[in-house]
C-alpha cells in the first residue's frame, strides 16, 4: 500500500518507494498493544478489573483508529470466502491446542471464577479487539521487519538492523513471503507477551499463526483464527469451569 506524501508530509520514505519506513511505522503498531499491556498491568491492583477491562476496551480502541491510515491491509485477495473459512477451522484447532498445551501446567484449586460483568468485558476484548492489535503487531509488523532485517542480513550488507529499520518498508513485502527467521522472531514476540506458564501453548500458537499468514497470504485469516480462538476457549471456561485457564 503506497503511503501518499501530500497525506503525511512529515513521514520518512523507504528510498525509491514512496513507503513510510518500519522506523515511523514502529508508534501505530506497537502503541495498542502497549497501552493494552500497561493499564492491565499498572492499573491491577488499583481499580476493579470491570473498569480495567473498560479502560482497556476504550484507549486500545481510540489507538487503532489513530493508527488504521498506516496499517497494511487486512484482505489482500478479490475474495475472502477462504480466509474466514480457514481462519474459523484454524481458530477452533488452535484452541484445543491452547487447552492441551496450557492445561498440564495449571491448578484448578487455584482460580476463581469471573463475574458476569468481568466475564463479558473480557470476552469482548479477547474475542474482537485483542486479535486485532496483537495479529497487526506481531503478523503484520514484527513478521515483515523480521523478514526484511534477514533478507539485509543474507545479503550481508553492514548493520542490517538499521537498514531494515530506516531504509525499507514493510509495505514491500509481497503477500505469501516468509523465512523461518521471520517466523521464530514473530513467535518469540507473541510469547513474551504470555505469562510463564503459557509459553508452551504461546509457542505452538504462534506457529499456527506464522503457518495460517503464508498458507492464506492476508492478515484477516490470522485475525478470524485469534478471534475465535478466544471466544471459543472463553465458552469451554464457562462451560466446564476450568477458571485457571485465564
Known sequence: MMRQTSKQPRAEQAPGTGMTTNQRLLLPYIAPYLAYVLISSTLAETIPIELNYLLRIVITTALLAWGWRWYIPLVQKKSISSSLLIGTLTGLAGCALWILCLLPFTDAASAAPWTSTGFLLRLSAAGLLVPVFEELMIHGFAFRMALQWDQCRRQGLEAPLQEALHNRSIDQVKPGQWSWM?????TLVFVSGH??????????????????LIRQRDLLACIIAHGITNISLAGYIAATGSWQLW
Open 182 to 186: 521471520a517466523v521464530a522472531i514473530s
Open 195 to 212: 505469562a510463564s506458564q503459557e509459553w508452551p501453548a504461546a509457542i505452538a500458537y504462534g506457529l499456527l499463526m506464522a503457518w495460517l
